[in-house]
């Protein structure tokens, strides 16, 4: 199994759309957990931490749900400009090792159609 | 404005010869890391550094090698010993005890063998 799996998508949905993507990851030990945004032949972008009471941002929304091991992300009233690859990253280690070797997901692609 | 420098941005090597990609922050981060990303493939961590004049291995460090003699400077060499090189060259910066806020990416170097 893999450490973070992603459904590579491509995701197709149309403007004004919800959509939800998971992330499942293997060690159950880890500790932190975010969701990057990648733009074609771009760097990785912070989009948000995922906490475990779970947070909002605007029209996005991050959960940690600990027992299942997955992470998921939604994106309300999506906009052209959402459509992007949104990578899963996890932090197996945590912070008692003061290693911050992030594990990165494939990335599930997302195209909002106009 | 803080952030990450990576460059050049696009990189030609011939096969047989050694390149060296620069990376430097002025973010006063203390962490530096180097990955590889590859087509539907997530990201690699080639090597990482904690603290100036240390470095550790990551997943994938054959025929890559790092120095870390500064604080912002953390510069990757690809050897001739690096089989498959040709990919996109991510470097990251991280504060040590600051798990909650990811790592920010410079804009990376598009390697290719020629």
């Known amino acids: 199994r893999k450490e973070v799996e992603q459904d590579p998508g491509p995701f197709n949905v149309p403007e004004g759309a919800t959509v939800a993507f998971n992330c499942t990851y293997s060690?159950?030990?880890?500790?932190?957990f975010f969701w990057y945004r990648q733009d074609c032949r771009k760097e990785p972008k912070l989009l948000m931490s995922v906490y475990s009471s779970g947070n909002e941002d605007g029209r996005f929304t991050a959960q940690l749900n600990r027992a299942s091991q997955y992470i998921s992300l939604l994106i309300r009233d999506s906009k052209l400009s959402d459509s992007a690859t949104y990578l899963c990253?996890?932090?197996?280690?945590?912070?008692?090792?003061?290693?911050?070797?992030?594990?990165f997901g494939t990335g599930t692609r997302l195209k909002v159609l106009a | 404005d803080g952030g990450i420098t990576q460059s050049p941005k696009y990189l030609f090597r011939k096969e047989g010869q050694n390149v060296t990609l620069s990376c430097e922050q002025n973010l006063n981060h203390d962490a530096m890391y180097w990955y590889r990303q590859d087509p539907g493939q997530g990201l690699r961590l080639i090597y990482y550094s904690q603290i100036v004049n240390d470095f550790q291995k990551g997943d994938i460090a054959e025929g890559y090698s790092v120095s870390r003699e500064k604080k912002e400077s953390f510069p990757l060499t690809v050897t001739s010993a690096q089989k498959n090189p040709t990919a996109f060259y991510l470097c990251?910066?991280?504060?040590?005890?600051?798990?909650?806020?990811?790592?920010?990416f410079g804009s990376g170097t598009r390697l290719t063998v020629v």
């Open positions: 990253v996890v932090n197996p280690w945590g912070t008692t090792s003061g290693t911050y070797k992030y594990i």
């Open positions: 060690n159950s030990a880890s500790q932190s």
């Open positions: 990251a910066s991280s504060e040590q005890g600051a798990d909650n806020y990811g790592y920010t």
